[in-house]
């Protein structure tokens, strides 16, 4: 690819382009690379029901545990290739084409389109960009409130799209689907690895039975705990906040068995000495007790000194607990289905405002001997450390695609 400077404001040409194109982009209107149709089903049930949703497109039952509507007659027919807009939320980016399914059915609260005036696998690229979320977004206006957005219909339909030729648009398209596809691939690779990881945690902690190990010990979490309690927030607001300090985590950096340190406040040594009672040591065990992060957890490894708030409770082992449970399986039982059973069973059990100290305190764990302990949390930490490695390849992934999808359309 050649790296070429930017157009003018008269003659328009991507920073980035494949050798042997150097014309300028021409401008379409988008009314004029779209016809807008309307096939209606005739009979409840005619086809598979869809939803377009800013991800993509889904099969309805992958988004909905039920159908939306008491009806589907009269729901708009689709099939590949067709374009899917969104009424309420296109300028958030709900818009689709549909390259999932052979066909199907959606809500007539949509808009569908046949794509005549360009390339379909080039427009599926294009229209998941940060280009086309801000073209979208430029033909509406405030709604009804400050979370609602109108579609000028219109004013979309004269906006300029700028285009290369037809053998450009089939490179860019082949080349950008080679990507997506790779992506694909490696989210559906993530996404197995993280299948079998469960089943691996099922394997060793059965959610039907709990003495599921006749020879292993069992017994409530308390016991072995010198504390559960939760943090707080400081007293003084933002003010107690500092660029370099002692660390203060909230729920959103507690993972899924990992911590997360990009995006940390920190607080001064005055308003740590507030806050003893909130501060972690390595090798506690932190747990998410609200909201929708509820039941995430993690370990603590650092040295550094770190306080948490009132949504994470900190789970430190006793001395004759170290002695019987390594943190590690500690936390391996906490992320698996028979204790996230626990932790949706006290929330179904009226606790709304989440996880209290004493229900952790009854959650039933098992404690197989520490060789057994040593040689289970090996295998499964090196199975996360898989899953960890092939989401950061993922990521790099999304990042690329990113990058060139910024250099590739104007």
């Not at 980016?93 to 046949?114: C, D, I, L």
Request: with cysteine; proline share 2%.
């Amino acid at each position: 690819m050649a790296n070429v400077s930017s157009s003018n404001g008269l003659d328009k040409r991507p920073k980035l382009r494949f050798p042997g194109f150097d014309e300028s982009w021409k401008a379409t209107p988008f009314g004029e690379l779209v016809h807008e149709f309307s096939d209606r089903t005739k009979e409840e049930d005619e086809d598979t029901l869809l939803s377009a949703a800013i991800e993509g497109m889904f099969l309805n039952t992958e988004l909905f545990g039920h159908q939306r509507g008491a009806s589907n007659k009269g729901y708009k027919k689709i099939k590949y290739g067709t374009m899917v807009l969104s009424t309420q939320n296109l300028h958030l980016g709900n818009a689709n084409v549909n390259q999932r399914f052979e066909h199907g059915m959606v809500s007539p609260a949509y808009k569908t389109y046949e794509i005549t005036g360009c390339s379909v696998d080039l427009m599926a690229q294009w229209i998941k960009s940060e280009a086309a979320k801000r073209f979208f977004y430029n033909a509406t206006t405030v709604g009804a409130s400050v979370c609602r957005r109108n579609v000028e219909w219109d004013t979309l339909y004269e906006q300029p799209l700028y285009l290369p030729s037809i053998a450009e648009q089939d490179k860019l398209a082949k080349f950008l689907t080679l990507i997506s596809d790779r992506i694909t691939k490696q989210q559906q690779y993530v996404s197995s690895l993280k299948k079998y990881k469960r089943g691996l945690l099922r394997s060793y902690f059965m959610t039907d039975e709990w003495n599921t190990h006749s020879k292993w010990d069992k017994c409530k979490l308390g016991p072995c705990c010198s504390k559960i309690g939760s943090g707080k927030t400081p007293r003084g607001g933002s003010s107690v906040y500092v660029d370099h300090g002692v660390t203060f985590l909230r729920s959103q950096n507690v993972l899924w068995g990992t911590l997360d340190l990009n995006d940390v406040s920190y607080i001064d040594e005055e308003t740590n000495n507030t806050m003893l009672s909130s501060e972690v040591r390595c090798g506690d065990v932190l747990l998410n007790i609200t909201g929708a992060s509820i039941g995430r957890s993690c370990i603590y490894s650092l040295d550094e000194r770190a306080n948490v708030n009132q949504h994470v409770c900190i789970l430190r082992l006793s001395q004759e607990g170290k002695e019987r449970l390594l943190p590690e399986f500690l936390l391996q039982q906490i992320l698996s289905d028979r204790i996230q059973q626990q932790v949706m069973d006290c929330q179904n059990g009226g606790s709304r405002e989440g996880l209290n100290f004493q229900q952790i305190s009854d959650f039933n764990i098992v404690i197989p001997d520490m060789r057994e302990q040593r040689k289970i949390c090996g295998m499964l930490n090196a199975f996360d450390q898989r899953v960890s490695c092939e989401e950061t390849a993922l990521h790099t992934l999304l990042d690329l695609r990113a990058a060139l999808m910024q250099q590739l359309f104007i």
